[in-house]
């Protein structure tokens, strides 16, 4: 399963804050870098968002991205992607991954209902 980045506007990625490894470590945005709290893999089969420099998963927790240990069974770990709009969508509350605020330096990843702002909006 391939990594890559998960982009936002301009030069920001979806990023593990301070390359932690540890569970519930914030995802924020953040310049792009291509280190490997930056890569993701998508597994089709689970929907689950994995990341390379931890091998945890993404994870909403009270409305916020974090990493957590994998879990198949755990619906907060559950991601599909939109094309056509360029949204993740969490599958246990229907909402878009969101730039919270739209404050991309540093700022935190939450969940948002879905609406056509760039700080949804995800090159996947």
Known sequence: ?????????????????????????????????????????????????VVKSSKKCVDLVKNRLVQNKCNTRKI????????????WISLKNRKCVDVNAGIYDKGYVITYPCHNGENQKWKK
């Open 1 to 49: 399963m391939p990594y890559k980045q998960i982009r936002s506007k301009k030069t920001y990625c979806l990023d593990v804050a301070n390359g932690s490894k540890r569970n519930r470590a914030p995802l924020i945005s953040f310049p792009c870098h291509s280190g490997p709290n930056q890569k993701f893999s998508y597994k089709k089969r689970t929907k689950q968002l």
């Open 76 to 87: 907060s770990q559950q991601w599909k992607y939109n094309p056509k709009n360029k949204h």
